[in-house]
């Protein structure tokens, strides 16, 4: 692809893969899709008018700073524990700046109805480090959800104290990472009951030192994460259970392999009931780090065929989701690229992947744009998964889309199993033209259905509210441990009907996102569910019947009946 070089003599070298878009200022090869006929819209955007006032700054002013570019992560979570979710918008600000001077972060409390109120001020929770993305999860066991902030800088850990505030505990816990964060995750790798992080870091990189980088037409732009050959090493924190977290990235061995990490799920994708995690890495082989217990984990990603595409290439991974796409008990992978890339769909044979991108029809539709948030849900309840993806190019092009040369429509694919079409402008009834980066996706008015709320890189965020026609009934399922918080890492099986839908707990997903936990399941046509079984972290299961569709079903451990294994 056209280079983003160090130096004008070289404009015509040319880079192999990374999050530099080769499209260049006049569009290059990269055509968007032909229009199509609007259908009856999916979502409407309603975030000013619902409350949620939240502009993004990413402090660019005249030199091309790397995080400029990848800022502009975000949560819903529970904040003040009143049962619906909270709106966490992190902010960036000027790079060169006394933190103190900067804009902070913002919480938005929702009043169940998806009206939002600023509580910023009272809240504690508007850290002011370079902000990259957000975690959430109850790491206390005292039933609230923290905040894990990501930065370029030392990252922040906010315990909350209940009722929407929130205080800074970093330096006590031991968990104030300084390197250029991206994605984090809290969840429980040694299943001892308390929830662990990982910290994904992707450059060894600081301002000082930041590399002069031109587009093919000569103009100045941001680097290329091959320009500074630095890729970071990721790290894990184990929970002691007493407030603070110990460093077990060597230990864990997680130090064996360094990439350009930017998303990351966890989930359990071999089957033998420890979590896994896999990383997406920039423009180098992924990461599948297989748990092999007693705290260690190996990359086995190449070995599984989910470290490249299926001609061996490594792509600019973004924002991962997973999910049990085809039924079949496994965990299937999704990773989001760079434009004139085509997503990685990656179905799991059974510890083995396939990349089946093409024939999902993810191939062409996808080239054209930049994606970074993302994630499977089914939006119109038909009981077949649809795609979201937020799109935003981190090289400058033409206004082909708006007067920000970053910004980019966002994409929407009905899902039919394991195929995908596109449904028109993004699934709204106006094409909404901004440089996106995380989506956060969730039932944020109380309706049933998942809406998605949208960052956006110096522009207002979007919150996309579900309004799909014709929508089928679905369950909202919440798996709850003792305390009351969200059992992270638990799996749900559903029987509806000659059905089983498998669908785990899991927050961290995305791209510098936290999304709600809660289950959702589009049914159909059907309305009731027959049976769940859930599988806590720990391997216990319990059964808990039948019920109705529709409305949130809170599944409490130790209030279902014992399931052998």
Not at 76 to 85: I, N, T
Not at 358 to 370: E, H
Request: hydrophobic share 40%; net charge negative; with cysteine.
């Amino acid at each position: 692809m056209p280079a983003r070089t160090t130096a004008p003599l070289t404009l015509l070298g040319f880079f192999v893969a990374g999050c530099g878009d080769d499209a260049g200022v006049d569009g290059g090869s990269a055509e968007p899709p032909p229009a199509t006929t609007l259908e009856a819209p999916w979502f409407e955007e309603v975030a000013l008018e619902r409350g949620l006032d939240f502009l993004h700054d990413s402090g660019h002013d005249e030199r091309y700073l790397m995080p400029e570019i990848m800022c502009g992560g975000g949560a819903l979570l529970d904040a003040d524990g009143d049962g619906d979710l909270d709106a966490y918008l992190v902010q960036s600000g000027p790079f060169l700046a006394e933190p103190a001077s900067r804009p902070g972060n913002q919480l938005f409390l929702n009043d169940g109805e998806g009206r939002f109120t600023d509580a910023t001020a009272a809240s504690g929770a508007d850290d002011r480090g370079y902000g990259m993305g957000a975690a959430c999860g109850d790491v206390d066991g005292d039933g609230d959800v923290e905040l894990y902030v990501t930065n370029v800088g030392p990252n922040a850990l906010l315990s909350n104290l209940g009722a929407g505030r929130f205080e800074d505990v970093t330096g006590a816990a031991g968990v104030g990472d300084g390197g250029f964060g991206a994605s984090a995750a809290f969840f429980d790798y040694d299943l001892d009951g308390h929830l662990d992080l990982l910290t994904l870091n992707y450059l060894h990189w600081s301002a000082a030192n930041e590399l002069e980088c031109f587009n093919a037409q000569g103009l100045a732009d941001y680097c290329s994460p091959q320009t500074y050959a630095s890729p970071a090493r990721d790290v894990l924190y184990r929970n002691r259970g007493d407030g603070t977290f110990a460093d077990a990235t060597v230990a864990a061995g997680l130090d064996r392999a360094i990439g350009n990490g930017l998303g990351l799920a966890c989930g359990d994708f071999n089957g033998d009931g420890l979590p896994d995690v896999f990383v997406a890495n920039d423009g180098m082989p992924d990461h599948l780090w297989i748990n092999q217990g007693e705290g260690k984990f190996v990359d086995e990603a190449l070995f599984a065929g989910c470290a490249v595409d299926q001609d061996g290439r490594p792509k600019a991974g973004m924002g991962v989701t997973v999910v049990d796409l085809d039924d079949d008990g496994d965990l299937d992978l999704l990773v989001c690229n760079l434009a004139n890339e085509t997503d990685s769909l990656f179905l799991n044979q059974g510890g083995y992947f396939r990349d089946s991108t093409a024939v999902a029809g993810l191939g062409l539709a996808s080239r054209p744009f930049t994606r970074f948030g993302m994630a499977w849900f089914d939006f119109d309840q038909d009981g077949a998964l649809d795609l979201f993806q937020a799109n935003g190019r981190v090289n400058r092009q033409a206004t082909l889309y708006s007067d920000d040369p970053f910004a980019e429509p966002n994409m929407l694919f009905r899902g039919e199993g394991t195929r995908f079409e596109v449904v028109p402008n993004g699934g709204t009834r106006e094409e909404l033209i901004a440089t996106s980066r995380a989506a956060c996706f969730g039932d944020v008015d109380g309706d049933g259905a998942v809406d998605v709320l949208v960052v956006n890189r110096d522009e207002r965020a979007h919150l996309l509210r579900n309004v799909a026609p014709a929508r089928g009934s679905a369950v909202l399922l919440r798996a709850v441990g003792p305390s009351g918080a969200d059992a992270l890492g638990a799996t749900l099986t559903l029987d509806v009907g000659k059905r089983r839908i498998t669908r785990d707990v899991r927050a961290a997903f995305s791209y510098q996102a936290s999304n709600d936990p809660r289950v959702h399941v589009g049914l159909g046509n059907a309305t009731r569910v027959d049976n769940v079984v859930v599988r806590w972290p720990d391997g216990a299961r319990e059964g808990f019947g039948g019920f109705d569709a529709g409305g949130v079903v809170t599944l409490r451990r130790g209030e279902g009946q014992a399931v052998p294994d």
